[in-house]
Nanobody, 119 residues
Framework: QVHVVESGGGVVQPGGSLKLSCTAS????????MGWYRQAPGKQRESVAA???????RYADAVRGRFTISRDNAKNTVNLQMNNLKPEDTAVYYC?????????????WGQGTQVTVSS
C-alpha cells in the first residue's frame, strides 16, 4: 500500500506565503506524476499544479506565476510554494501521487491540509 501525507497548511493574510509539502511512502515501485488539488466549500475539487517525473510542470491559470511546484524523486516528495496568496486560494489542498505498487498503478491521495487566506 502507499500512504500520502501532506503538511504545511495554515492561516495567512492576503499577499502572504505558505509552503505545502507531501511525502508518499510504502511499497512504491515507480512514482509517476505528482500534484496538488484543492477544494473550496461548495465547489468541485480542481487541479492546482502537477509535475512529471522528469520535472515538467503545469499550473492552473488562477495560480500561474504565484505558485511553484517542485519534487524530490529520491524522497518521493512534492512541494507547493504559494506566494501572493489571495482569499480565493482558501481551500483544502490535497496531494496526489500516481504510483505503481504491488497493487498496480493508481492515484493515491492525502487527507488534505487547510489553507485559509484572510485578513
Amino acid at each position: 500500500q502507499v500512504h500520502v501525507v501532506e503538511s504545511g497548511g495554515g492561516v495567512v493574510q492576503p499577499g502572504g506565503s505558505l509552503k505545502l509539502s507531501c511525502t508518499a511512502s510504502g511499497n512504491i515501485f515507480m512514482m509517476y506524476d505528482m500534484g496538488w488539488y484543492r477544494q473550496a466549500p461548495g465547489k468541485q475539487r480542481e487541479s492546482v499544479a502537477a509535475i512529471t517525473g522528469v520535472g515538467s510542470t503545469r499550473y492552473a491559470d488562477a495560480v500561474r506565476g504565484r505558485f511553484t511546484i517542485s519534487r524530490d524523486n529520491a524522497k518521493n516528495t512534492v512541494n507547493l510554494q504559494m506566494n501572493n496568496l489571495k482569499p480565493e486560494d482558501t481551500a483544502v489542498y490535497y496531494c496526489n501521487a500516481n504510483a505503481r505498487s504491488n497493487w498496480g498503478t493508481r492515484d493515491y491521495w492525502g487527507q488534505g491540509t487547510q489553507v485559509t487566506v484572510s485578513s
